[in-house]
């Protein structure tokens, strides 16, 4: 009885509101193609995306481009303040957010809330990080009869893609960090969650960003290949697969145009290892959530689990007990714990792993699916393989399956150069009571964040900067202090003050 849905919550409240979502460029007349958006819990379509076909996302950069005087010339404060506004504004309207995340991302209420959260956090963070970088040009030492000052401007045109396993705290923490630096932003969402996104891009307008400084432009693989080869594009921050962020390079590469940077943060075969002295009960819920939480739909999400041989069978057994109460479920109501994964091709993906995991290795744990769960929604139960050797995952797979192998006491440097084999640098879990057991596997490992006795995902902006290396992607670090320094253009005044009349402020008129 003490059951709640969230939708029979936002029936009158939020279903009307959300009928026949649209995702389209403010730009009229860009050739687009129509898609109906489906919801991964049933499969019923809850909006349409307007994709920008090649041709129209060369044209909407052309456009944006001739707004990167009026973007840059509002101050960094106001930029600051719009995006408190908008903060604000995300916090209020948590009703139609939460609504969408579940329809449209199949998130949680527990997932949509923190989700909410992270993109309040990165707004805030990010303000905070533009008063203290971009406001006053920083005073660099020098001789006396000079004056040098380092200045932030705006790149001019920055393109955020961003993926659908947060398509509100990612989408808004890229924009919100372009946005921030001064920059015309054009935000293209996954093809599979654009109607979030053009929900934020509304909010952060109505917070006071004018509506040429940012630019929605939602559709699939060729729209964002065409926005990425144009020339006028000067910077890229890219959130999703590693095998597009390495076309996303060769792409920027092959321009006849500015070298333009790329911030990616892309995919992870994180490790958890486990030794003998690590706490069972603790282990056991630090596993579950790293794993199985969000479907296990995190680029942090844990995927090969290392446990210590005299341990494994109690640690394993406790691990597939705590998974077995994992409620799979409609997202909408409160009481589950794992919703749908994103769509039909990942299920699929998903269902060949597991086939060809039973073929060759050990399934070990297999999660129920619960009875009357819709038919059309993309429900995968939570598995657990163990393997012969790490070797044997070959890839990233992205969803609720975790893989085990057992590792034998004073062979922790064999462990070690395993997780670094996978080539992957993202998160990785620790659990020991040994100090020496933590300060070995910390040096040793190049991963970007770490985890000691905890979960391994949902990093705090501000306190825990996210992202990785080697395959993982690369810096700066999201919600971190060196973020947003990216986003814009360093340039140095040097003057001599004692000439020209000793006007040692010029550019201090530009200090806003
Ligand atoms: C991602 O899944 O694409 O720490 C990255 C976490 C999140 C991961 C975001 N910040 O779990």
Redesign the pocket.
């Known amino acids: 009885g003490e059951r709640q849905s969230l939708s029979a919550f936002l029936a009158e409240r939020g279903r009307a509101k959300l009928a026949g979502l649209q995702a389209r460029c403010a730009l009229p007349d860009l050739p687009a193609e129509i898609a109906p958006i489906r919801s991964p819990i049933d499969g019923a379509v809850i909006g349409e995306s307007h994709h920008l076909t090649a041709e129209g996302a060369a044209a909407l950069v052309e456009a944006a481009r001739r707004h990167v005087p009026a973007a840059e010339a509002m101050p960094a404060r106001a930029r600051a303040a719009a995006l408190r506004r908008a903060a604000a504004l995300m916090e209020e309207r948590r009703g139609p957010l939460m609504a969408l995340l579940a329809l449209e991302g199949g998130k949680t209420v527990e997932d949509g809330l923190a989700e909410i959260r992270e993109a309040v956090d990165f707004c805030r963070f990010y303000a905070d990080e533009a008063e203290r970088l971009f406001a006053d040009p920083a005073r660099l030492p020098g001789p006396t009869g000079e004056e040098n000052r380092l200045r932030y401007r705006s790149r001019g045109v920055a393109l955020a893609i961003s ?1 659908w ?2 398509p509100l705290a ?1 989408f808004v923490g890229q924009v919100a960090a372009a946005l921030a630096a001064g920059n015309v932003v054009i935000a293209k969402p996954a093809e599979q969650t654009p109607l979030i996104a053009a929900l934020a891009v509304d909010l952060l307008k109505e917070a006071g960003f004018p509506a040429d400084s940012l630019f929605l432009a939602p559709g699939d693989g060729a729209t964002g290949a065409a926005l990425v080869a144009h020339p006028a594009t000067a910077l890229v921050a890219f ?1 999703g697969s590693t095998e597009t962020a390495f076309a996303i390079n060769r792409a920027l590469a092959a321009r006849n145009a500015p070298i333009a940077p790329l911030i990616a ?1 892309t995919g992870g075969i994180n490790a958890l290892i486990v030794d003998a002295t690590a706490l069972p009960e603790q282990v056991a819920d630090d596993v579950v959530t790293s794993a199985f939480r969000s479907a296990g739909q ?3 999400a844990l995927r090969l689990l290392f446990v210590q041989e005299d341990v494994a069978d109690r640690m394993l057994a406790m691990v597939a007990g705590a998974a077995a109460e994992l409620l799979i479920g409609d997202p909408r109501d409160l009481a589950s714990d794992v919703g749908p994964v994103i769509d039909a091709e990942q299920k699929a993906m998903l269902e060949r792993h597991v086939a060809k995991m039973r073929a060759t290795q050990r399934v070990r744990f297999e999660g129920r699916l619960p009875d009357g769960l819709p038919q059309a929604g993309h429900w995968v139960a939570p598995t657990i393989v163990e393997l012969d050797r790490a070797a044997s995952l070959e890839r990233e797979v992205f969803g609720p399956v975790l893989h085990v192998v057992r590792w034998k006491a004073g062979e922790l440097d064999k462990v070690c150069a395993a997780v670094e084999a996978t080539g992957y640098g993202l998160t990785l879990g620790v659990h020991s009571r040994i100090d020496e057991t933590i300060r070995f596997v910390t040096e040793r490992l190049t991963v970007g964040n770490i985890y000691v006795n905890r979960n391994m ?3 705090v902006v501000g306190s825990q900067p ?1 992202g990785g290396s080697a395959l993982s992607g690369t810096g700066p670090k999201a919600g971190g202090p060196n973020y947003l320094a990216r986003f814009a253009r360093e340039q140095v005044v040097s003057t001599n003050t004692a000439a020209a009349g000793g006007n040692a402020s010029l550019i201090a008129m530009d200090s806003r």
Do not use: V
């Open positions: 993926p396993n947060f990612i959130t943060e995190r680029c942090s995902i949902g990093a996210f």
